[in-house]
């Protein structure tokens, strides 16, 4: 079966949304990527650093981002931050942000010298202890990239030990509304299991909402064997739950097809009875995940509340009011009226007239409170 990541995104891959995502899809995240650690400003003991490298909840589950210009902090941050666990560390080649490529960071590092950017990960590998992982995440390139050229890239990141790709497919300036070039993402993977086979993990990051989407990215890139997803986990804490118990079944239910297949008992009554045992059988493979007593309906107002209540806990104050505005946001819209809610949201002066107007809201709309999810 397929991982499932949370993707690095500015001011949301912390620890208050980890517990959110925890909370309503338990385990079945298997690695969350941190928002993006600034390098020089980490190793200078910024005043706000110790909240970057927080790793609940799930220590073990979390993938620390690196973001910077130049190679020898990025080598010196990755020391001191292997030292906290993890999976491992993770470069950023993939930020298209105009202020992270002018300090010659994020996708900068596709497009310098070579040599520049092989330094770095000599650097930042030697500096990592040897059972942490190396990944990194990044893009096609610059819009006249070519895919030889984009092939020629991961072998020297293969070559510097890198062990895990995630592929945004698209280029530097492609926005959301761009489709991704999927099939260029498919002839890479294809490079790397020929040449590399289970020693570089493949994962493919871009446009998964929702289990349908999932399963069309999956057919455009069949071997992708990770799948990252950012804004849609934000909208909904528990997508990643749902997702786990939806790719347990089916993994259930084709292994029984096969089976049944093999033994030449593929007729569509033995077919039924099948898929009701995957059925079944999927709560016991999605345990990790949204099974076993998840609920089919979630209180907003109970997920207002415990983020708040996480942002107090794992944030400094001077973080509160933007990192609540960004995260509702993404969460407003799932209700109707959503320009309207995330306007009094974003108009309040503290956390708690943030709460009262969802609260306003849900007066006024009773029956949005409760958001259905996929069981």
Known sequence: MPKLLFAPMATLSHEAMRRIIEHYSPCACDEYYTEMIQATTFIGGGKFEQFYVRPGPCPERVVWQLTCG????????????????????????????????????????????????????????????????????????????????????????????????????RTRKAKFKRPPHWNDAQKLFEHLEKHYGSSICRCINGNIVDFQSLCSVQKLVPLAEGFMIGRAAVQKPWLFGDLARQLAQDSV?????E????????????????????????????????????????????????????????????????????FFSYFCKNYSFANYLFTQVNNAKNLPGMKQAFEAYFEKMPNERFLSRSL
């Open 259 to 326: 089976q049944l297949e093999a033994a030449g008992l593929a007729g569509s009554a033995c077919l039924a009875a099948a898929q009701d045992g995957a059925n079944a059988g999927a709560e016991e493979c999605a345990d990790g995940g949204a099974s076993g007593g998840a609920q089919s309906k979630i209180d907003s107002l109970e997920i207002v509340s415990m983020f708040i209540d996480n942002l107090v806990e794992c944030q400094p104050e001077e973080f509160w009011l933007s990192r609540a505005q960004r």
């Open 253 to 257: 239910g084709q292994s029984a097809v």
């Open 70 to 169: 130049k190679a020898e902090p990025m080598a010196q941050a990755a020391k001191i931050i292997a030292g906290l666990g993890g999976i491992g560390i993770d470069i950023n080649m993939g930020c298209c942000a105009p202020e992270i490529v002018r300090q010659g960071a994020g996708i900068a590092w596709m497009l310098k010298d070579r040599a520049e950017t092989e330094e770095l990960l000599r650097l930042v590998r030697k500096a990592v202890p040897e059972n942490m992982r190396l990944s990194v995440k990044m893009r096609l390139g610059d819009e006249d990239y070519k895919l030889d050229e984009l092939l020629s890239f991961a072998d020297m990141l293969a070559a510097q030990g890198v062990s895990q790709i995630v592929l945004h497919p």
